[in-house]
Nanobody, 123 residues
Framework: QVQLVESGGGLVQPGGSLRLSCAASGFTFSRYFMHWYRQAPGKEREYVATITGAGDGTNYADSVKGRFTISRDNTKNTMYLQMNSLKPEDTAVYYC????????????????WGQGTQVTVSS
């Protein structure tokens, strides 16, 4: 029922920009904090950014602070990650994460992840 679908990844040169999207369905999107994570080849998945349910609060990993902007449009059930001034170190699969989601009054909270979208920063 719950679905998270990332899109917008691709190949970009250093210094370039990309905007990732995460389309969510199957839960009351506006009630929940949402997050972006990323995973580079051979490395552990790492935290990137958080946005509050109403979109009025954000948090970023130090590695992306000042370059990335997380946002959401609750009318479209979509979260975004605007990535500017991209560096080769940003190369990774980027994942949308929705933690502790309840889809019913008696349902247990569950964690959901999208399938990921590949971002490659290379000249």
């Amino acid at each position: 029922q719950v679905q998270l679908v990332e899109s917008g990844g691709g190949l970009v040169q250093p210094g370039g920009s990309l905007r990732l999207s995460c389309a969510a369905s199957g839960f009351t999107f506006s009630r929940y904090f949402m997050h972006w994570y990323r995973q580079a080849p051979g490395k552990e998945r790492e935290y990137v950014a958080t946005i509050t349910g109403a979109g009025d609060g954000t948090n970023y990993a130090d590695s992306v602070k000042g370059r990335f902007t997380i946002s959401r449009d609750n009318t479209k059930n979509t979260m975004y990650l605007q990535m500017n001034s991209l560096k080769p170190e940003d190369t990774a699969v980027y994942y949308c994460h929705a933690p502790q989601i309840k889809t019913g009054w008696t349902s247990p909270p569950m964690n959901y992840w999208g399938q990921g979208t590949q971002v490659t920063v290379s000249s």
